[in-house]
């Protein structure tokens, strides 16, 4: 292992491939090359901090090591929105892809790593931003502890990740981990699930072990389509990380795949905690230079070399500790509520809807400014839920999960208010977060039941369910309740938002030529190119054209609350 902060003065052959960039390979000659540019700007500059954040990976990787290089502090905020950018700009601080590379390369050298600040920022579960800082040799000793349950071997091994770099976990297992190796990286971002698969199987090498780094939010859709890209004829190593990973659905991907899966604990604050085979024990194993310990106050406390200083990094989590390094996790303090004095887990009760069989996620929560503190739950069904959705509308529906609910929760407890919905909202990172769930009870219009079928950056494909006994029927029209188009517009614009962050700018044409009724399934197809957005939409039951059109669109400038 060579740490990245040594790597680019070392004594590799300079042949040596490094990045899949597009369909060409980058080797670290190339890549030393792009980096001493950049780092002769950064110099230039004579800026004393760097924000960091660029769509495309390699850039990523470029500014990543260039900013490490110039020692210069490095600020990695999730996105570059407006009210972002307005928070992170500040004297002295610049933008690293705003700097053009200088036309002679810096001089390298080598670097102390402990004297170069990094910021992250996390989401948490709350969807506020929370600033993170760590060294560059916390990273490199995450990268030190990952030898434990990934020492190197003479395989030839090729990584593809579906996180995008520059999110802790992507920046060391998509990044740092395949360069202190000399491994291979692909860096195309990760466009939806079909087109990731596919390319995973054109370009991974024959034989090769393909490290698939991702998350269980990928790793769901993954399971749900069981008939795409089973990558079975190499060997194949899932890592996941960020979200507690369903034993169902690593037990269905690693059918498809004969992969050895593993997950990672751990987060921005902490760097890589611990970790297990979930297929082979529920038990998590810390790392060797990890200590860990329930805090007097709730939480855990983690003391590590991934962490700033020494001092102990706080999380949510609680944990029962057993022997030789191995613990249990429980559901976390901060998702322990009190509503009428009683103290409630809304972990506990998203367990309880998840055994029912009628729901495949959930999220409970309770929303900010209520006069009175209730539970909201948002749910997305399974098969069978949508099943009883289908016969017996909403009504019948949340009756069978306030009945499961009712052995768990006492009656005077139970949600008042509930979302069913074809996807929970997930973070670039693949989590649901609070902010995104609590923001589906803030929406008054009833929208179907939107269930994804494919997702690309260029094509949406969706199930769409009008439940019979939806509110959008009543005086549409009496004696014969149809769809209002208005409602069918609504859902498209949702789709465009959430999953593309467009907005809807006007109607080119658009043509309906079919009624939409109480219980119908429409099939939407969404195709993006340029500044429109094609629709067609078909009537599953009778494969009738219901509509068809084009949208004018434009970027709204939000980040889209959706992964595709």
């Known amino acids: 292992m060579i740490f990245p902060s040594r790597l680019l003065v070392s004594d590799i052959k300079e042949d040596t491939p490094l990045f899949r960039r597009r369909e060409s390979i980058v080797t670290l000659g190339d890549f030393r090359s792009d980096v001493a540019c950049l780092v002769q700007a950064i110099r230039q500059s004579g800026a004393g901090s760097a924000v960091l954040h660029a769509d495309d990976n390699y850039d990523f990787a470029v500014g990543l090591l ?131 698969l596919s390319r995973v199987d054109a370009l991974a090498t024959p034989g090769s072990l393909a490290w698939l780094v991702t998350t269980p939010a990928f790793l769901r859709i993954w399971a ?99 022997s030789g390094g191995r613990f249990l996790l429980h559901p976390r303090v901060d998702r322990i509520v009190k509503l009428a004095d009683k103290r409630v887990s809304l972990t506990e009760v998203e367990k309880c809807l998840l055994d029912s069989g009628l729901v495949a996620q959930a999220y409970a929560l309770v929303p900010a400014n209520q006069r009175v503190a209730r539970m909201a739950v948002a749910v997305v069904p399974t098969q069978e839920g949508e099943l009883l959705l289908k016969t017996e509308g909403y009504t019948g529906l949340k009756k069978a999960l306030r009945t499961v609910l009712s052995q768990q929760v006492e009656q005077t407890l139970l949600p008042r ?77 949702v789709l465009l938002q959430n999953y593309w962050g467009l907005r809807v700018d006007g109607i080119v044409r658009l043509k309906f030529s079919a009624e939409t009724l109480p219980g119908d399934e429409q099939l939407v197809t969404l195709s993006r190119k340029g500044d429109s957005v094609s629709v067609e939409i078909m009537l599953t039951h009778n494969e009738v054209k219901a509509c068809q059109g084009r949208f004018a669109v434009s970027e709204t400038g939000k980040q889209p609350g959706y992964l595709i």
């Open 224 to 322: 749900e389509n069981t008939d795409l890209t089973p990558l079975s004829h190499r060997p194949v190593r899932l890592l996941s990380a960020g979200a507690p990973l369903p034993i169902s659905v690593a037990r269905s991907v690693a059918e498809a795949t004969e992969a050895d899966v593993y997950e990672i604990f751990g987060s921005s604050e902490t760097g890589v905690a611990a970790h297990r085979m979930p297929l082979k024990t529920q038990e998590w194993q810390r790392f060797t230079l990890v200590h860990m310990e329930n805090a007097r106050d709730g939480g855990l406390h983690i003391y590590s070399p991934a962490v700033l200083s020494g001092a102990p990094a706080c999380l949510g989590d609680s944990a029962e500790f057993l």
């Open 66 to 196: 260039a900013c490490l290089y110039a020692e210069i502090r490095t600020i990695l905020p999730g996105n570059l929105c407006e009210n972002t950018r307005a928070r992170l700009e500040a004297s002295g601080t610049i933008f690293v892809h705003e700097l053009g590379k200088a036309e002679a390369p810096a001089e390298l050298k080598a670097v102390d790593s402990a004297s170069v600040a990094v910021e992250f920022f996390t989401s948490g579960s709350t969807g506020e931003p929370k600033r993170i800082v760590r060294s560059f040799a916390n990273l490199e000793a995450e990268l030190q502890m990952l030898e434990e349950v990934f020492p190197e071997d003479s395989a030839t091994t090729e990584v593809f990740s579906t996180v995008s770099f520059h999110h802790a976990y992507g920046i060391i297992f998509g990044l740092l981990l395949p360069l202190s190796r000399c491994l291979l990286s692909d860096t195309a971002p990760f466009v939806g699930l079909s087109p990731w």
């Open 417 to 493: 208010k509930w979302r069913i919905v074809g996807e929970l909202p997930c973070n670039a990172q693949g989590k649901v977060t609070q902010a995104a769930v609590e923001s589906l009870f803030n929406c008054s219009l009833q929208l179907p039941l939107m269930t994804p079928v494919a997702k690309s950056a260029d094509k949406l494909v969706f199930r769409l369910l009008y439940v019979q006994d939806a509110a959008y029927f009543a005086g549409h029209f009496p004696g014969y309740p149809i769809v209002p188009g208005v409602v069918i517009l609504q859902g498209l614009s």
